[in-house]
């Protein structure tokens, strides 16, 4: 079954920011090969992130996104950089966004 994704606009505007334009593609790429079997890519998060997954994109680039099954859709909350313990870490930046709630996960 294919499934849509929907990337938000902050997670476009997180890649957009990236300097290097190859590794921009190699995540929008990674991001397009969601629409297969999305559950069977990745890890499934905990804690703070619990629904979502993450899946190794360029390197130490990883894209956060969410499965609906019901609606089949992928939805692509962020993409960036890990580094474990700096603020720019991509799973700290998806918490924050989660938690102050500007994100909005349904689709139009």
Same mark, same amino acid.
């Given at each position: 079954? =294919? ?8 997670? $476009?505007?997180?890649?957009?920011? $990236?300097? +290097?334009?190859? &590794?921009?593609?190699? &995540?929008? !790429?990674? @991001? #397009?090969?969601?629409? #297969? #079997?999305? +559950? ?16 190794? %994109? %360029?390197?130490?680039?990883?894209? &956060?996104?969410? *499965? +609906?099954?019901?609606?089949? *859709?992928?939805?692509?909350? %962020? /993409?960036? &950089?890990? =580094? #474990?313990?700096? =603020?720019? +870490? @991509?799973?700290?930046? /998806?918490?924050?966004? $989660?938690? %102050?709630?500007?994100? !909005? $996960?349904?689709? !139009?």
């Amino acid at each position: 079954m =294919k499934y849509r994704v929907l990337i938000t606009n902050t997670c $476009l505007s997180l890649i957009e920011k $990236l300097t +290097d334009k190859k &590794i921009q593609r190699t &995540i929008m !790429d990674r @991001i #397009e090969r969601l629409s #297969e #079997e999305p +559950d069977k890519q990745g890890k499934n998060l905990v804690q703070d992130l619990s629904g979502f997954r993450s899946v190794h %994109a %360029a390197g130490r680039y990883r894209v &956060i996104y969410r *499965i +609906d099954k019901h609606t089949v *859709i992928v939805y692509v909350l %962020a /993409a960036g &950089i890990r =580094k #474990e313990g700096d =603020k720019k +870490d @991509i799973y700290k930046i /998806a918490k924050k966004l $989660l938690s %102050a709630g500007l994100l !909005d $996960l349904k689709a !139009d």
